[in-house]
């Protein structure tokens, strides 16, 4: 059964310059066992995205669309009871998102207490599992422990413990290896795929890295200014993206297999979502736009289960020409 | 031979292997000297009680015009050692020289108008420039502290925005009306109004999206070329050393360890941690070696080697025993007791070229502006 389904799921902020549309008619869905990427830069809505599915957007948020977690609707009420037990998210900044107040220990405890009616001897031994399964070497010492003890890389592994300590339908991992050095960030992205294999945990990994993506997904969805510009399963993507936004990331990202003369690179920056141009809004950016992008494309198949929103779809037409 | 003599040699072969020939004179722009710097850890009644030891015995020297990437993941020293390079903090022992010149003797007031000559760019540029300063106004004020352009300071301003790619109009905003990259532009305007011959930038665009980070690295690249600029880069991100770098330096707990032409860190690397980091970067398959545990902490960095609590080919020696930075290759060197011994390094994954792909990114290549 889909773990997670999201259809034309739409986000607004109402802010003192007026309402800023973070998200609009956003849809995909994630299977059990699997990991979607939701790629994008800042503002791009791929945070705003998970907050709305975990229900912890500010109040100044309004959310539309229909979403649904493993076949039942996903309701305020819902998300309030499947948070951190159903589902859970793990987020960039780990020392922010432990409490400095509590052991290590007993932060996985608590949501074993709270949702799974444990006792506190038997929370407590549980978690030392869970820290144990997150691979902390001396996990019953390290339970022990403040987060001030702990490096970086073993404090995001206790938030991955206290996430999936409840076994989740659905993990999202919002940027979990940004604020990690890159050897601690490799050890992090393989600990997430080996739980995912063992558990069978549906997993969100929103990133703005293309080669976490290429390693680490099965599916991807690119976004661009509040709107899914291309999603494909991720061989897919990368053996040949279609969308020009794409196209431009991949070849922005530098590479190590050789220095360029040049890197590609995308003139401009993203619009002000308060005012977003018309029509596709990657178009003032792209050097590929004609009059026809005036008007907002639709989200189409190019190929069995790979969509772009481009009017030059597809682009060989234009390499052709 | 100690490690510095060996270094003080070097940059001349250097110049022979690089992959850019550019006329080289023979006196490095920048000489260091197992420079060192431990930043003591006090009680509460204000005791030394011990020391993070930042940066501990790094010599160091830049040819004129090239570009050096120090890198290492956070806490080896390379932000210590870029502000050491240019004096604005007190090594603890060590010599620098720039233009041959012992910058550790120089009095405050002629240590000032060297710095002309010495420019730094930060990582965020929200927090480099004065949010109540104008553009003209920020870019302005190291032409008037050096006394440079009299009377024509505007139409200077002007030049150096429309270097950077802003239009001159722009001068006259404040520095909240910009994005993050064309702040980033703006902070390498006003480093570059000075007219300096160095640069240090400390992860200059670490801080901005993918496709704006594209832009800045593009724009430092024709910079250095244009000016003859010495560079030195200060980053984690081995991408962005990849298209920048000619030469390497590789940082791990406080000391260099591994050195050499850019093209022979990412293809031959000597050094197990080296190989490691390059191993650690996503998007070559996923199927990396990967290195256990933490970095150790610089307050009581490990004995004999400080890569040998992780490292997967340590033998007792390397327990007991610190390594020097030994000849490799030509300009090439790692602090490694195995270095001859260890198996060749894996090759870095190299896609297949895809010719529709690059076809449709030649689109994206022309110059862009913010």
Redesign the interface.
Known sequence: MTALSVEDLSISFRTDRGLLRAVEGLSFSVQPGRTLAIVGESGCGKSATSLAIMGLLAPNAEVAGRMTLAGAPLTPERQRRARGAEMAMIFQEPMTSLNPAFTAGEQVAEALRLHEGLDSAAAMRRAVEMLERVRIPEAARRARQYPHQLSGGMRQRVMIAIALACRPKLLIADEPTTALDVTVQAQILALLDELKRETGTAVILVTHDLGVVMDHAEEVLVMYAGRAVEAAPAAALFARPEHPYTIGLLGAAPRLDARRPRLASIAGTVPDLRAPPPGCRFAPRCPFAIAACGRTPEFAEVAPGHRTACHRAPLDQVLAA | MSASDRQRAEPQEAASTG?VNRPRNTVPILEADDLVKHFPIRNALGRRVGAVRAVDGVSLSVARGETLAIVG??GCGKSTLGRLLLRLIEPDSGALRFEGEDLRALAPAALRARRRAMQLVFQDPFASLDPRMTVEAAIMEPLKLHGLHRGRERARVAELLARVGLRPELARRWPHEF?G??RQRIAIARALASEPRLVIGDEPVSAL???????V??LL?GLIEELGLTFILIS?????V??IADRVAVMYLGRIVEEGP??AI?RAPRHPYTR???????????K?Q???G??PSPVNPPPGCRFHTRCPHAEPRCRAEAPTLGAGGPGHFAACHLQDALPPAPP????APDA??E???A????E???
């Open positions: 992959g993941e956070s994005s990259g064309q999206d993918v496709s704006v980070q594209a832009q690295v593009n690249k984690h991100d081995l991408g962005v990849r298209q850019a093209e990412f490691a980091l390059l191993a650690a970067v996503p998007g070559q398959g996923g990396v990967v290195l256990e933490d970095v870095l994954s190299e896609r529709r792909l076809r449709l990114q689109f994206f290549t022309r862009t502006a913010a």
